[in-house]
DNA sequence: CACAACTAAATTGCGTACAATTTACTTTGA
DNA sequence: TCAAAGTAAATTGTACGCAATTTAGTTGTG
């Protein structure tokens, strides 16, 4: 008898013992629990991160954003163009080198700085994490982020 | 002096103190890691997970298979058409109640299932954790599903 | 039976992600 | 010096992810 029932699926590739699913699965629900957060500023979750790293550093090419956030410009150039429609950033053009772009936030990008502070502790409330776990947690997929 | 810079950024609003930065971003490329794995076999990531789902069920509705995934119909109805153009997956009209979409894997989806059974160890491996670490994350990961 | 309330899935519209390509500019090396 | 190689960003095309709506079928109540 050969046939295949699911008691012969192999451990490893059960959808509940793999870490990947409860990963992405896990990140989708935290960028849906920004969601109604976020969009009372009119802001996405991808715009929020952009900001941020603005908020840090002043100016920055496309480029090195893309490496703080880890996307590139296919992801990145239209968002940014969004976020310019929107009034939240500027997008100069480099005058040493013409090819690239100098990102930096607007009054408005800043303005909204102080409206969301409290945003990501909100969130993280809603995890339902102990401080601990959560530290855990952002040391893991940290980890994650170094070595792929 | 009112100025607002960069040292005055509240600690929480910094990209690098936040779990949800590191969660996202790692979830990306975790869906990285395994993409060229899968697209040898003209497989998306999504399009895995519900394989994996129907190994294990045989059968499901569309609203049940949402709840495995943590999807709506939104995503799952044009992810499953895909499916059922390429030969993966059956979409059977409910016999009882006509509204529901019965989705069940075809031969061909499930012969793809032994030809990636060594994936998710071989990606667990690029990630670079401990078994140890990697349970961890798991663990920290499904209780942020079950509790958001 | 009638018909409103409900429900499952599909559709629409928008914003990510990303591979692959293109455009525009810069650097290089014979 | 000037074409080739290199590089930054933008564009193109495809596939998610989801809110909001629509379509089609079912159920509950009089």
Redesign the pocket.
Known sequence: MATIDSKQIPEQLRLDSQVCFPL?SAA??V??AY?PHLSAHDL????YLVLMVLWEEKEL????L?AKL??????????????EAKGLVL?KR?S???????ISTTKKGEGIRLAVTDIPQRVACQLGLEMEELSVLKRLCEKVLTKV
């Open positions: 992405y989708n629900e960028v849906r969601r996405s979750y991808l715009q090419e496309v480029k090195a893309g880890n996307l590139d410009s296919g992801t990145l150039s239209p968002l940014l163009k969004r976020m997008r480099g040493i080198d013409e090819r690239v772009r100098l």
